[in-house]
């Protein structure tokens, strides 16, 4: 930018010299041609007139060069104040470029700090939801656990009931067979009794009837009673009355 203001200075300047000088050139082209005509009338007239031609040539030419030196000043000033615009259009364009700069900056640190806090957001969120899963599934083995532990302990708990119910049937079954077999010895027993035969006065009795008769038929009651008391004894202690 400096280096385009400084070209435009100095064509302005090689402008302002050229316009002087062709201004010079011709004021001096015009007062060669007034004196040479002040000559000429001078050497026709008198000295009056040659010297009024002679001044009138004189006036003419510093009019010319005042002229010239005004032209000169002008466009000096012009090219002044275009050097002064041209700087004061790179000062703003510069502190525009820096401007845009400092915004681009500010916008790039704010863009960043914004990237920064939604990383850190995602990143805490993400913590947070692998804390949730963790515990989701932590509450979810044991909860699974209890379950299985519930599970087993109903069927242990279905298991022995059923241990114990095949238990009593087959105690039941026991108990059942050995009052059924207590019952056969008893009733077989019952049936190996002798019957005390009532003869009359007249008929003579064997010798030792009654007693033979009461020894066996003694042994066969007290068998009798001895398997009574172990069937009332195994009645007593029936299992079918247990759940």
């Known amino acids: 930018m400096k280096r385009t203001i400084s070209l435009v200075v100095a064509l302005l300047l090689l402008l302002v010299g050229y316009l002087g000088w062709s201004s010079y050139k011709s004021r001096q082209a015009e007062t060669a041609r007034t004196l040479a005509a002040s000559r000429e009338a001078a050497a026709q007239g008198s000295d009056a007139e040659r010297l009024a ?4 040539a ?6 010319a060069a005042r002229l010239a030196a005004e032209q000169a000043r002008l466009a000096a000033e012009k090219a002044a104040e275009e ?3 041209l700087k004061a259009a790179e000062a703003a ?6 401007a845009a700069e400092q915004a681009a900056e500010k916008a790039a640190a704010e863009k960043a700090s914004a990237l920064a806090a939604q990383k850190a957001a995602a990143e805490a969120e993400a913590a947070r939801l692998a804390e ?3 515990r989701e599934h932590a509450e ?3 909860a699974r656990l209890i379950a299985m532990e519930k599970l087993q302990a109903e069927e242990a708990a279905r298991k022995a009931a059923a241990e114990r119910e095949a238990a009593r049937l087959a105690a039941i079954k026991l108990q059942q ?10 009733a077989a027993l019952k049936a190996g009794l002798e019957p005390r035969i009532l003869y009359s006065s007249e008929y003579k009795r ?7 008769l009461e020894l066996g038929n003694g042994r066969i009651l007290a068998r009798l009673a001895e398997l009574n008391a172990q069937l009332r004894a195994l009645q007593a202690a029936s299992p079918a009355a247990t759940p």
């Open 140 to 142: 979810a083995t044991r």
């Open 177 to 186: 067979e050995r009052e059924a077999a207590l019952a056969e010895a008893i």
């Open 53 to 56: 031609a002679e001044q009138k």
């Open 83 to 85: 050097e002064k615009r």
């Open 206 to 212: 064997r010798p030792h009837y009654d007693k033979t």
């Open 132 to 134: 949730q899963r963790a």
């Open 58 to 63: 004189v006036n003419q030419a510093a009019e």
């Open 93 to 98: 364009a510069a502190a525009e470029r820096l």
